[in-house]
């Protein structure tokens, strides 16, 4: 009966925390943030193309062919840049709906009185 119980509270902190547009909004803010950074540079035209611009700028041909274009280095460049200077506000992104939501409630003289004990 306390397993069923500890599952049926574990599942639902679980869509709680899952299916709310504080995840929904950090996962969009994470997928645009790793594929507006710079992928490919052109030498010829000295200019950069983002994961976004490559996909509908070049032919898959060239795509393939091109070791720019290789699935790690995509990789390492989307996790460059901006993402390593968001990430950690992204992160609180999920927690804050329910928090406040738990806040507005009057939970928040039990979340402060418990670390107490």
Known sequence: MKKLLLFST???DLNKTLLNIGF???VLLTAVLCFTAPTYHDIATDRSY???ESFF???REFIESDTQFASISVFQNGLGGYIS???PII???PFMVSFCAEI???LKNIIT???GL
Request: charged fraction near 10%; avoid cysteine.
């Open 10 to 12: 574990v599942k639902q």
């Open 24 to 26: 929904l909004g950090a």
């Open 50 to 52: 983002s994961v976004f």
């Open 57 to 59: 700028s070049f032919k």
């Open 85 to 87: 200077m968001f990430l």
């Open 91 to 93: 992160v609180a992104f």
């Open 104 to 106: 507005n409630s009057g």
């Open 113 to 115: 009185i418990l670390p």
